[in-house]
């Protein structure tokens, strides 16, 4: 059996945006229904929804047979962690907070077997490997795969650079909620300062030759950051879209008890 292809990390290679979608419910059955509707990539999160490597894996099964890509987000950058989502069979990994280059290549040595990395060997005891179905998996394995490292403070806009530049770095992802709100504005990422950093970042990021994303509900947003050079863009939320049509849906029988909010952070 061949390694699998990671054709998101492919793609990044490409100059067409790639246009994504949050996966927060945290169960393959929701998970699949997403991997249905056509979006280049979804984000199965690990750190804001109540996931865990079982439900992380469970999704991974679900959505495989489909064309849209899971990325999976850490909830942290441990390397045990990382070794276990890694076994599990995750191709492109998000780690939230990264700050600094020291960061970055810890999470690139995580990935990576010895003697480039320290990333423990599993064998035949793991879904990545095809249960040892994958010849040279431990030579062949970091060539499909994609880590995409988060910029969501303002040390790591400081910093960004130096993140950028490091080898094994596929691409950086800003966060704009933890952003605005470590800047002092409470996820408003539409303040003037908050949108230089995100700006900043964009070009630094492509200035070293690596595909940069961000998250943006807002059509308004996502057309911005695309035009600035955003490669890969969260375009919507399904824990969002499935709020907002079910409150509009009541509304159109019944008068709203309270306005309907649509929050532009998440």
């Known amino acids: 059996m061949d390694l699998p292809i990671n054709p998101f990390k492919a793609a990044l290679r490409r100059s067409e945006p790639l246009y994504g979608i949050w996966a927060g419910f945290a169960t393959p059955y929701a998970a699949e229904i997403i991997a249905t509707t056509g979006y280049d990539w979804m984000l199965v999160d690990g750190e804001h929804a109540p996931n865990t490597v079982p439900t ?17 987000r850490a909830v942290h950058g441990d390397a045990v962690l990382i070794k276990q989502l890694l076994d599990a069979g995750v191709q492109t990994l998000m780690v939230p907070m990264v700050e600094t280059a020291e960061q970055a290549r810890a999470l690139v040595q995580a990935m990576r077997y010895p003697p480039y990395g320290i ?74 300062e908050v949108q230089d950093c995100i700006r900043r970042t964009i070009e630094t990021t492509l200035a070293h030759g690596k595909a940069c994303g961000i998250l943006a509900p807002r059509e308004e947003d996502a057309r911005r950051y695309t035009d600035w050079g955003c490669r890969f863009v969260a375009v919507a939320i399904d824990i969002s879209l499935m709020r907002q049509a079910a409150v509009a849906n009541l509304a159109r029988y019944r008068a709203p008890s309270q306005p309907a909010i649509v929050s532009t952070t998440y």
């Open 56 to 72: 992380l894996l469970g999704q991974l099964q679900a959505v495989a047979p489909y064309a849209t890509h899971p990325v999976v």
């Open 119 to 192: 990333r423990g060997v599993g064998g035949g005891l793991t879904r990545a490997t095809r249960w040892d179905a994958v010849p040279d998996y431990i030579r062949t394995a970091h060539e499909q795969l994609c880590l995409i490292v988060q910029i969501e403070s303002r040390l790591g806009v400081e910093n960004a650079a130096e993140i950028a530049a490091v080898e094994g770095v596929d691409a950086v992802f800003i966060g704009p909620a933890d952003l605005s709100t470590g800047m002092g504005h409470a996820g408003d990422a539409s303040q003037p």
